[in-house]
């Protein structure tokens, strides 16, 4: 079974431009997450979706949208890119809206973004 | 939800047994307490998950003991492949109304030959 897929794998981008960020979950999963991680700190908390809906949102500015299609796959979109947007963007599936005992949430490799 | 603290790093040889503690002081009734391990390059790959006294699976243990203010994350025999850094959480995950996962800066395990 194909775990949590992301894509792209790396991106460069430039400061001001827009970029969008795709997660395929595990099949079955309804609930994806989005998590940034900035060198040397733990992954923090963005967006998460459960059948197609937004169900929690971190503090990060509007720059940062998210959605949840049919098929459960979602996209990141970050616009006006800053330098310190610069991070691997993490996006977890679970089965429901909470991980459940015993399983935990499964995280993709994640995009490592650079904006320079 | 609860924070957490852990060493921000530790050091061990090939083939001991590694114990990883974490403070959480603050833990609530509903929290459950998770941990997480990270390779470089890679997502958080969930290790085992506990509510109180002791938990086992494959790959390791968790300890917690009555007062639940703290736990410890035992690795029997490390190798070179344990190197990389765990994550202590808690936060209600059991049908409650928390959805995401607070992860502080971890314990980055490093494991001499």
């Known amino acids: 079974d194909a775990g949590v897929t992301q894509s792209p794998t790396h991106l460069i981008k430039t400061r001001g431009q827009q970029v969008t960020l795709r997660c395929s979950p595990i099949s079955g999963h309804k609930s994806v997450s989005w998590y940034q991680q900035v060198l040397g700190q733990g992954p923090q908390f963005i967006f998460q979706?459960?059948?197609?809906?937004?169900?929690g949102r971190g503090n990060f500015p509007d720059r940062f949208s998210a959605r949840q299609f049919p098929n459960y796959s979602s996209e990141l979109n970050v616009n006006a890119l800053l330098l310190g947007d610069s991070a691997l963007y993490l996006c977890a599936s679970s089965l429901g809206q909470t991980s459940g005992l015993s399983h935990g949430y499964t995280f993709g490799s994640g995009t490592r973004l650079t904006v320079v | 939800l609860a924070k957490t603290t852990q060493p921000i790093s530790m050091d061990s040889y090939e083939g001991q047994e590694v114990n990883i503690t974490c403070s959480h002081n603050n833990i609530a009734t509903n929290d459950y307490i998770t941990w997480y391990q990270q390779f470089p390059s890679q997502g958080p790959r969930f290790i085992i998950q506990?509510?109180?006294t002791k938990v086992t699976n494959e790959v390791a243990s968790l300890f917690i003991p009555a007062d639940r203010k703290s736990s410890t994350l035992s690795l029997p025999r490390v190798s070179l492949s344990d190197t990389a850094v765990y994550y202590c959480?808690?936060?209600?995950?059991?049908?409650?109304?928390?959805?995401?996962?607070?992860f502080g800066t971890g314990t980055l395990l490093a494991v001499q030959p």
């Open positions: 979706y459960y059948e197609k809906e937004e169900r």
């Open positions: 506990g509510y109180k």
């Open positions: 959480l808690v936060g209600d995950d059991v049908g409650g109304a928390t959805n995401k996962l607070i």
